[in-house]
């Protein structure tokens, strides 16, 4: 087993600078445990044209080495390079081997989207331009095949030309890719830079491509009119808007398809080959797009629906619970609680009072009620409002023998604040004690 080795700060720093540069050549060993900057060269001449001078110089017969060589094709992360991989036969089994597991990290270390093609070599014939090639065109070839495997493969392609009609069962084509036009791509790229804010794409179904129709600048209020009503579109719309208080800039992939008004080819056509573009958008073009709609009519994007496709409510449904069953067997009878009667003072106003700790009114001693107050738990306290019915004022008696209140709590016992013939509030016993203690 071998320790996971990493790239010194001075190679990443080198990485950097070199992805965008004028490097044409990076090589990368392995030192005391860590890979090194073993050589670099600018670029002189175009890609072929330096690559031998370059690359063979620098490959040692008795030590492996990693060889980052640069073109001149950019794709959407920039230029694009050839990862070479040097493992001469006469070098160390075990530095060899150190190499081979060390091979992707060298790859993640400088960014494999940059990477376009690999090479592994044990020869120099193997790595040189000549050997280069051969591999391109190896990986484009297809695999040899058997008789058997060409005969399947002709049914296949016979099967696909077969003409499809409403009475066909044939399978539908799936997943058909056609090439994106210099232009697309490029507005692609301008789109994913946030130069532009809308692309309107086609297919030419006679040339099988994908064509540029147009990049005007679109509002959110343009974008319905932008819409075909009587041929499909792919629409690529940068979508600016707030969400919970920040600004966002969401790329949103729209495919309209005017319904019946469209030939089943076209249909068929545009269906099939929506995935593919998508897949080459997201993947080779590093752009990401937030949602894909596919609407019948322009009149369909408004900003509330726009915004809702992007940021979808989240409903939250409440699965109704069944309470399980007790264990079988005797158990008792159920206790029963009952609340005494009265108003538990309001919690703001209790608070700082703090008497006998309770679980319920049972626990607690006469009227007094189990009461949440500003102390832990819940403490027994006398009732905001008693139980009872307050006397009329008219069958009172005089207003200097009972004590003023403001509530039920400031009376004492079972007396209950009640309102006055004087225009005020005195405690007085309810009528239905009156009537108790005179029977």
């Known amino acids: 087993m071998f320790l996971a080795l990493v790239a010194t700060p001075e190679l990443k720093d080198f990485f950097a600078k070199a992805r965008n540069g004028s490097i044409r050549l990076i090589k990368v060993i392995i030192e005391e445990e860590q890979l090194v900057l073993g050589s670099h060269k600018e670029l002189k001449h175009a890609w072929d044209q330096d690559y031998d001078a370059l690359v063979l110089p620098l490959l040692d017969e008795s030590e492996p080495c990693y060889i980052l060589y640069r073109l001149d094709s950019q794709n959407a992360q920039g230029y694009e390079w050839i990862f070479l991989s040097w493992s001469p036969d006469h070098s160390p089994v075990r530095l060899k081997m150190l190499y081979a597991a060390t091979r992707a990290t060298v790859k993640k270390e ?26 391109v065109s190896s990986c484009a070839a297809p695999a040899p095949l058997t008789a058997a495997e060409r005969e399947l493969q002709e049914i296949k392609i016979n099967e696909v030309k077969t003409e499809i009609s409403v009475e066909s069962k044939q399978q539908t084509l799936q997943g058909l890719s056609f090439p994106l036009r210099p232009e697309a791509e490029g507005a692609i790229l301008l789109l994913k830079q946030k130069k532009i804010n809308y692309i309107q794409l086609r297919l030419d179904l006679e040339k099988e491509t994908v064509d540029l129709v147009h990049t005007k600048h679109t509002e959110l209020k343009d974008l319905p009119g932008r819409i075909p009503q009587d041929t499909a579109r792919y629409h690529f719309f940068l979508y600016k808007h707030s969400h919970e208080g920040d600004h966002l800039e969401s790329v949103v992939f729209i495919y309209s398809m005017p319904g019946y008004k469209c030939s089943i080819k076209e249909r068929m056509l545009y ?7 998508l897949d080459s958008v997201e993947q080779d ?33 409440k699965q109704a619970f069944a ?12 206790r029963l609680i009952k609340d005494k009667a009265g108003v538990c003072p309001d919690t703001n106003l209790s608070l700082g009072i703090c008497g006998k700790e309770c679980k319920t009114d049972t626990d607690c001693d006469s009227n007094l009620k189990c009461c949440k ?31 003023d209140c403001k509530s039920d709590s400031k009376c004492e016992g079972h007396l209950k604040c009640c309102p006055t013939g004087c225009g005020g509030y005195a405690c007085h016993l309810p009528i239905e004690l009156k009537e108790i203690s005179a029977t």
């Open 373 to 403: 107050t500003g102390c832990d738990g819940l403490q027994c306290l006398e009732p905001d409002e008693k139980p009872g019915s307050c006397p009329k004022p008219s069958n009172q008696t005089s207003c200097e023998t009972t004590a």
């Open 271 to 277: 269906s099939s080959c929506k995935n593919k573009l």
């Open 110 to 135: 400088f960014g494999g989207g940059h990477i376009k093609d690999e090479i592994f070599g044990t020869l120099k014939e193997d790595i040189a331009l000549g050997g280069y090639k051969k591999h």
């Open 323 to 334: 309470k399980p069953k007790g264990p079988a067997g005797k158990r008792g009878q159920k």
């Open 285 to 317: 073009f590093q752009l990401e797009i937030v949602k894909k709609i596919e609407i019948e009519d322009g009149a369909e994007l408004t900003d509330e629906f726009l915004y809702d496709e992007v940021h979808p409510k989240q409903h939250a449904f």
